[in-house]
T-cell receptor, first 113, second 115 residues
């Protein structure tokens, strides 16, 4: 049973447009969320995070929104660039999970020039 | 080195053989994690080391899996009597302190194929 779901395996967006990647979770104990991106043959790299006490966190072109009541978060990339093409993982942690994060299966983003 | 280093990058082994995967974390990082990613799946937590504390082994899928971290630095993940379902990319990550906030740094992974 996946506790962190990314229901879109892939997403294609035109360069300059907005990319919206979605993530849903089932465990109401999750209180901290991360987004990582991964290029082929490389390890995942940290992108942005959000704590459950916030509903929005922004860093440059990247904004993460958290809707606790819906157990949903999304990553917005504006404007999208070809270099953003990668697999994006959503991850969540809760007080009862110790120090490890639960990762979603990832969404492959393709930004078309 | 500047980042987390894993070796080998690729490993093909026959079913039933033992394998060892190595992780060199970033110098000074006290926390080290092993994850694996099977095809089409998210990253699955395996084990976590923090300083001199007893490791959190709650994610190890079976007793064929074990890991150690010597001298608080290099870690080795050992899989005994490998099975085809062990085929996955094994990722190591380290962080300065316990991964409570902010980021952990991942290595490039070891792709294990059991034939």
């Amino acid at each position: 049973d996946q506790q962190v779901k990314q229901n879109s395996p892939s997403l294609s967006v035109q360069e300059g447009r907005i990319s919206i990647l979605n993530c849903d979770y089932t465990n109401s104990m999750f209180d901290y969320f991360l987004w990582y991106k991964k290029y082929p043959a490389e390890g995942p790299t940290f992108l942005i995070s959000i704590s459950s006490i916030k509903d929005k966190n922004e860093d440059g072109r990247f904004t993460v929104f958290l809707n606790k009541s819906a157990k949903h978060l999304s990553l917005h990339i504006v404007p999208s660039q070809p270099g953003d093409s990668a697999v994006y993982f959503c991850a969540a942690r809760g007080w009862n999970y110790g120090q490890n994060f639960v990762f979603g299966p990832g969404t492959r983003l393709s930004v078309l020039p | 080195g500047a980042g987390v280093s894993q070796s080998p990058s690729n490993k093909v082994t026959e079913k039933g053989k033992d394998v060892e995967l190595r992780c060199d974390p970033i110098s000074g990082h006290t926390a080290l994690y092993w994850y694996r990613q099977s095809l089409g799946q998210g990253l699955e937590f395996l084990i976590y080391f923090q300083g001199n504390s007893a490791p959190d082994k709650s994610g190890l899928p079976s007793d064929r899996f074990s890991a150690e971290r010597t001298g608080g630095s290099v870690s080795t993940l050992t899989i005994q009597r490998t099975q085809q379902e062990d085929s996955a990319v094994y990722l190591c990550a380290s962080s300065l302190e316990a991964w409570g906030q902010g980021e952990a740094f991942f290595g490039q992974g070891t792709r294990l194929t059991v034939v």
